[in-house]
């Protein structure tokens, strides 16, 4: 399904990172851009160099607010073609020595609030002949990382969902995409660096077109997944096939063990 300018794109997230970056992008190329975050100020700034995008302020975790936003957007911009699901925050630490109630937050903005999306926005496009579904995952999903559990355990439940959405609503002519990038150079990863410094400090990010470069592709070419970066999709490759060394691997890296 090729991308139509003049179109509807609902982007979470947008107040800065990918999602941002995934903003400016469809505002460019002729996209009507629905801008949606929990931060006013930084969606100001967003329109502000896009004004073909519109803020939406919305927190993902509320279920009343998600489902009235995109009632909002099909009113004052009309029924969206494609989701772009980027909201999330980030959080590195020893999984046990994080407070439960804390880990279960993750989960709930990230795999939470790309569900509530996806329940909101997928039955509506499907009633209408199709769309388009790109939701932001990561290798980290994929791949578990010590003092990275609450992360990837989020990450990992939204790959389960992208996959039974795909699957489910094929018939339905929804295209889903789900891009796992490594470490990506946004906001979020300089509050991981400055959380746990020991960690973090050595990661250099990939930058966001190249993970938006890799989204484009895998949508021209109608795959559920995509992997950007160099190693990216052979660090996936080889938790399939050898889990236990690649365990190892990931340890000594890390933890030096």
């Known amino acids: 399904m090729a991308s139509v300018p003049g179109e509807v794109a609902i982007v979470t997230g947008a107040a800065s990172g990918i999602g941002r970056a995934a903003a ?12 949606v ?20 302020v919305c927190d993902v975790t509320d279920r009343t607010a998600v489902a009235a936003v995109v009632r909002d957007v099909g009113r004052e911009l009309g029924p969206p073609r494609r989701l772009v699901r980027c909201a999330g ?21 990230v ?19 199709g769309g388009q579904v790109v939701i932001l995952g990561s290798i980290a999903g994929w791949v578990p990382v010590p003092m990275g559990g609450a992360y990837g355990a989020a990450k990992a439940a939204v790959h389960f969902l992208a996959e039974t959405v795909a ?5 339905d002519r929804i295209q889903v995409v789900c ?14 660096r400055d959380d746990s410094p020991e960690l ?25 997944w995509a992997f950007p970066g160099r190693g990216t999709r052979a660090m996936w490759t080889a938790r399939r096939l050898a889990p236990r060394l690649l365990g ?4 000594r890296l890390v933890v030096g063990k």
Do not use: Q
Not at 91 to 109: E, F, H, I, N, Y
Not at 200 to 224: F, I, K, N, Q
């Open 24 to 35: 400016l992008r469809l505002a460019r190329a002729g996209w009507a851009v629905a801008a």
């Open 37 to 56: 975050d929990v931060d006013a100020a930084g969606l100001e700034g967003l329109v502000r160099e896009a004004p073909g995008a519109r803020p939406f």
């Open 89 to 109: 925050v980030g959080v590195m630490g020893r999984l046990l020595d994080r407070d439960a109630a804390d880990t279960l937050r993750v989960m709930d903005t």
């Open 111 to 129: 795999y939470g609030g790309t569900l509530r999306l996806v329940h909101a926005v997928v039955p509506a496009m499907a009633a209408r002949g």
């Open 167 to 171: 699957a489910e609503h094929r018939k």
């Open 179 to 192: 891009v796992c990038p490594p470490a990506v150079e946004t906001p979020m990863l300089d509050r991981m």
């Open 200 to 224: 973090m400090g050595r990661v250099r990010g990939l930058g966001t077109e190249a993970v938006l470069d890799s989204m484009d592709r895998a949508l021209a070419r109608g795959r559920l």
């Open 248 to 251: 190892r691997t990931i340890g």
